[in-house]
T-cell receptor, first 113, second 113 residues
């Protein structure tokens, strides 16, 4: 059973507009959430994270919002650029020594010029 | 420049052969991880290691083996017992402090001849 769900396999936006990628989780013990960006045939690159004590974290064009009651987080990219076209993965982990990451299946973002 | 190096980039194996994938990091990270990615899927954890000379099975460890003799190195052996080894293999590492992200190498693509 998928504990981290990215329900949109793909998203297409115009350059300069906002991209919103969504992620839902089922395990209320998750307390740390991350977004990664991945190009084909490369490893994922860490983008931004948020702990459960916050509801928003911002880094340049990237902002992650966390709604714990809804078990939902989203990544906003503003403004979107063609170089942002990639697959975006949401991941979550709980407390404990191993802090294993549980991954979503990814959303493929296409930013059109 | 610090980073994670995976080699080779592409690897071919004949059926019945064992192959070893290399992963080296110079980030002084404590923990190291091996993941497998199949088309249209998220990342699945094979093995991880928190400290030297210790490692734990992930979710899909059958048919794989690892060692962690040095902090910098975490090689993965794909044995002949792994019935479907064709995949993209990713190595990651992280500092063991709370809420530190995993950082990834560029992956090794393994194919069966």
């Amino acid at each position: 059973d998928q504990q981290v769900k990215q329900n949109s396999p793909s998203l297409s936006v115009q350059e300069g507009r906002i991209s919103i990628l969504n992620c839902d989780y089922t395990n209320s013990m998750f307390d740390y959430f991350l977004w990664y960006k991945k190009y084909p045939a490369e490893g994922p690159t860490f983008l931004i994270s948020i702990s459960s004590i916050k509801d928003k974290n911002e880094d340049g064009r990237f902002t992650v919002f966390l709604n714990k009651s809804a078990k939902h987080l989203s990544l906003h990219i503003v403004p979107s650029q063609p170089g942002d076209s990639a697959v975006y993965f949401c991941a979550a982990s709980g407390s404990g020594n191993n802090r294993k990451l549980i991954w979503g299946l990814g959303t493929s973002l296409a930013v059109n010029p | 420049d610090g980073g994670i190096t995976q080699s080779p980039k592409y690897l071919f194996r004949k059926e019945g052969q064992n192959v070893t994938l290399s992963c080296e990091q110079n980030l002084n990270h404590d923990a190291m991880y091996w993941y497998r990615q199949d088309p249209g899927q998220g990342l699945r954890l094979i093995y991880y290691s928190q400290i030297v000379n210790d490692f734990q099975k992930g979710d899909i460890a059958e048919g794989y083996s690892v060692s962690r003799e040095k902090k910098e190195s975490f090689p993965l052996t794909v044995t002949s017992a792994q019935k479907n080894p064709t995949a993209f293999y990713l190595c990651a590492s992280r500092k063991w402090d709370t809420n530190q992200p995993q950082h990834f190498g560029d992956g090794t693509r393994l194919s069966i001849l």
